[in-house]
């Protein structure tokens, strides 16, 4: 397997692997295009660049940021604001008419907890998927190998470690349900 296959599968690979990197390059020039004003039309644009699938009327905020971008699919009507990171060595899904806010850390990268493993250079990740119609509040975090139903609406300063059903509100550090919708 290359080491695009294996990162993609979940397995131990090298990030530092030359396709990866170049690929990890490309990323970073298109977020760095989306650095201060630029019009909407323009920011769709890269948007459809840089996003392995993208829905109508995405909106990536100034200073968003992602390791590939390719491994993101996103619905209709997709809009982050100021400084979203998406770590993107899986897959990460998002549904249509979701709406991230300022410094949201959404992350299907991982790393071994084996010391001469992680110390080698090896990493993993796992997918994130969240549903339609959800809100992730300002400075959340969303780990690895995390799935969010539909209508879940996420507190600011929230660290989810687990997957939550639908109609829900999740708050705290680690999340925990706090109102069923």
């Not at 459809?48 to 909106?59: F, I, S, T």
């Not at 549904?95 to 110390?119: E, F, K, M, S, W």
């Not at 190998?145 to 997957?163: C, Q, Y």
């Amino acid at each position: 397997m290359t080491e695009l296959e294996k990162m993609l599968s979940g397995q131990l690979y090298i990030a530092s692997d030359p396709q990866l990197a170049a690929m990890h390059g490309r990323a970073l020039e298109l977020c760095a295009a989306l650095s201060g004003y630029i019009p909407d039309e323009k920011r769709q644009e890269i948007a459809r660049q840089l996003l392995g699938k993208c829905g109508k009327n995405p909106v990536l905020g100034t200073g968003f940021y992602c390791d590939y971008g390719c491994n993101i699919e996103v619905g209709d009507n997709f809009y982050t604001n100021y400084g979203v990171c998406i770590l993107d060595v899986c897959k990460v899904t998002i549904g249509d008419n979701c709406l991230i806010a300022p410094q949201v850390g959404i992350y299907a990268a991982c790393h071994p907890l084996d010391r001469a493993t992680r110390v080698g250079g090896q990493e993993l990740g796992k997918p994130v998927t969240i549903g339609n119609d959800c809100w992730i509040g300002g400075r959340a975090v969303i780990n690895p190998g995390v799935t969010l139903g539909d209508n879940v609406i996420v507190g600011s300063g929230a660290v989810v470690t687990k997957s939550f059903p639908s109609d829900v509100v999740i708050a705290g550090n680690p999340a925990r349900i706090i109102r069923r919708l």
